[in-house]
């Protein structure tokens, strides 16, 4: 295998490689199969010349704004359905990215423009709340539940949703905070993320208020098509605890 196919490879399997001070910077390191690690170890140097050349090929020389961007401001981004934080350029600026790219990573690029009504700024705050929301309900459930709840920050492709716990292996939850709802297109997120046979839930929070967690109505009663994902029922925290209770029965 040379560099070039272990580069793909790696990017096949939604892994970001970057160089930093002479380093090969995996992200998230934890894809990275001992295969991947041992070849990146064989063909360190080549990987660092193929990243560099690519870099420069999607700079052009003469642009008029060398600033370092990140993709997932840019409204030329396109996120992958199977995964939040993997995507591609819809300008066709990014040479090297067969696979996709991870949308964090900074680059100079001639395309990049500024995602309408999401600056830089706005978009760091709306991520930081978003975490927020994520751990503010972790230990929620955690204190109800008393069971070990995380964030899930490995999301892949069976599945991009926030929260992992033995007393969520039936759910996918995907949480919203934030102070205007979404409801419908949170809703239409949470059921196209979740992957793996587990039931989507919507669970957010807006400012001032409970929180509240959606379902599809099949997943509570046996009348109804636990695939239908039109029809639903809004529970509250202690009811939601109540239904994820009865399933570690």
Known sequence: MDAHTLLEDIINHGISLRVEA???VAQPASRLTPEHRHAIRQHKAALIALLATNDSAA?????KTPTVHQCRD???FRRFTYHRHLGYCGAGQIQVAVAGWWD??????????EAPGEGNAMSASQRRKGANGERELAAL???HLGMAIERNLQQTSDGGHDLNGPALERFAVEVKRA?????????????EQAGGGRVPVLAY????HSWYFVMPLGALHPGFDAGDHGMTATLGLEEF??????GCQ
Do not use: F
Request: hydrophobic residues 35%; glycine residues 0%.
């Open 205 to 208: 929070r807006i400012d001032r």
């Open 74 to 76: 840019c409204q030329h």
């Open 179 to 191: 102070a205007e709802p979404k409801l419908s297109a949170w809703w239409a997120q949470a059921c």
């Open 241 to 246: 605890v109540a239904v994820v209770r009865e």
């Open 104 to 113: 964090t990573d900074p680059r100079h690029c001639d395309a990049w423009q």
């Open 59 to 63: 700079s052009a020389p003469e642009r």
């Open 22 to 24: 002479d380093t090969l």
């Open 141 to 143: 459930l955690r204190d």
